[in-house]
């Protein structure tokens, strides 16, 4: 019994005692951000159902994380798909130089450079030379790129999952970064081919082995960086986002590494949010990268950037929507350059539209029945209805042609639908 002061039996508000905590529906007001991309990290993951564990640390992140179950990369390989999440729109409609290593402009709006103006310490490192001249430096307070790599231009010879992770460390034990709020971008690199082995990580002798080890490799920096994290005073508020900038290719369609096509491997990715207040959830309903940029300024409690096209997915995240995603469009886009063809697709519910070159040779999909997209749909309602919303979808694009770049995408070449290898 609880006595008042007088030796009386105190009266208790039941409404107090018996109430359960309200549940969050905002991120905390001093929250920071710290976005976790990996390359070629595919859907397939182990809490997707891919039987082998390759990655622990990120299927404990999933069990506590808003899991996109669905979730797309704005393109398939690191220039076009970064370029537009850092833009918050499709690549093609931003100003680039047109070649496969693409240069992006100063003239095109970043993200972080409305943190920056928002008095939001901005920070990212990355483990890839491209990185050093890609155009991504606007806006971040810290840009640093792992020194001494050895370049290629058509593989990835490092391994430097290492050098990141210090990077990462460094950077966000910065004085600066206990004074105010901030938001850092840390892009892993080591799964990209070509799969090295590890010591003490060996699946077998398959490419696909070898890269399930890269994954598993790369596995261990971020639990590494996510045991930092935790014990600074700032970790308990911070929110994590982890995605990937494509998929990769073992064999499907004839194709293998990345790049050059739109088919699901290449562009379904993870995305898992983990948000102090959010519920765990997984959400099946498709999403893209390009609701990165929109999301990100709403977790800092900005404004809505007049000229980003995704949607803030933070209502989401604190259930206070009803799916509010569910009935838009998800673009994927692939613009020519000197490298490849132009490819645009758009995903509504379990349909998916190809259209394949200039001349925009299309082919649907059921991905439920056909998740592999062998059996291309040529006609019919479901066909008519895809077409019809792709006309519409393509009329709200301003594509921004390349600046410069090799002959191929300024001439109109790859324009034969059987030259963009459609079947």
């Known amino acids: 019994m609880i006595s008042g002061p007088d030796g009386a039996p105190a009266v208790v508000d039941s409404s107090i005692v018996d109430a359960s905590p309200i549940k969050a529906t905002r991120p905390p007001a001093d929250l920071d951000v710290i976005l976790i991309t990996i390359d070629c990290l595919r859907a397939d993951m182990p809490w997707n159902g891919y039987a082998r564990p390759i990655a622990p640390v990120l299927t404990e992140i999933e069990k506590k994380s808003v899991d996109y179950t669905h979730a797309y990369s704005l393109s398939s390989y690191t220039s076009m798909s970064l370029g537009g999440l850092l833009g918050g729109k499709l690549p ?186 959010a519920d765990h959830a997984r959400i099946s309903h498709p999403v893209s990268a390009i609701d990165l940029a929109p999301t990100i300024l709403d977790l800092f409690g900005l404004p809505p950037q007049a000229g980003f096209e995704g949607s803030s997915l933070v209502p989401e995240l604190f259930g206070t929507t009803d799916a509010m995603q569910e009935a838009r469009d998800v673009a994927i886009d692939l613009p020519q350059t000197s490298d490849n063809d132009k490819r645009r697709a758009i995903v509504h519910g379990k349909y998916k539209l190809i259209a394949f070159g200039l001349t925009e040779y299309m082919q649907v999909f059921d991905l439920e029945a056909d998740p592999e997209e062998l059996k291309p749909i040529t006609s019919g309602e479901a066909y008519d209805d895809m077409v019809k919303r792709f006309r519409s979808f393509e009329k709200t694009i301003i594509d921004v042609p390349p600046t410069s770049c090799k002959e191929g995408c300024l001439n109109g070449a790859y324009n034969n639908p059987k030259d963009a290898g459609a079947k």
């Open 92 to 277: 093609g409609e931003l100003t680039r130089d047109g070649y496969f290593f693409g240069n992006y402009a100063d003239k095109n709006l970043l993200f972080p450079e409305v943190l920056h103006d928002a008095a939001v310490r901005t920070m990212t490192a990355h483990a890839h030379g491209y990185f050093k001249d890609a155009g991504f430096k606007q806006g971040f307070d810290a840009y640093e790129v792992v020194p001494d790599l050895k370049w290629s231009n058509t593989t990835d010879d490092n391994i430097t999952s290492p050098q990141l992770e210090a990077i990462a460390e460094k950077q966000l034990s910065d004085p600066l970064v206990d004074t105010g709020r901030f938001f850092a971008w840390y892009h892993f690199t080591d799964p990209h081919d070509s799969y090295k082995p590890h010591e003490g990580i060996s699946y077998g002798p398959k490419a696909r082995d070898y890269y399930d080890g890269e994954v598993t490799f790369t596995d261990q920096y971020i639990g590494k960086l996510l045991d930092f994290i935790a014990n600074k005073p700032w970790g308990k508020r911070t929110a994590i986002i982890v995605s990937a900038d494509h998929g990769e290719a073992f064999g499907e369609h004839k194709q293998v590494v990345h790049g050059f096509e739109l088919w699901e491997n290449l562009v379904r990715v993870p995305l898992l949010i983990v948000v102090p207040g």
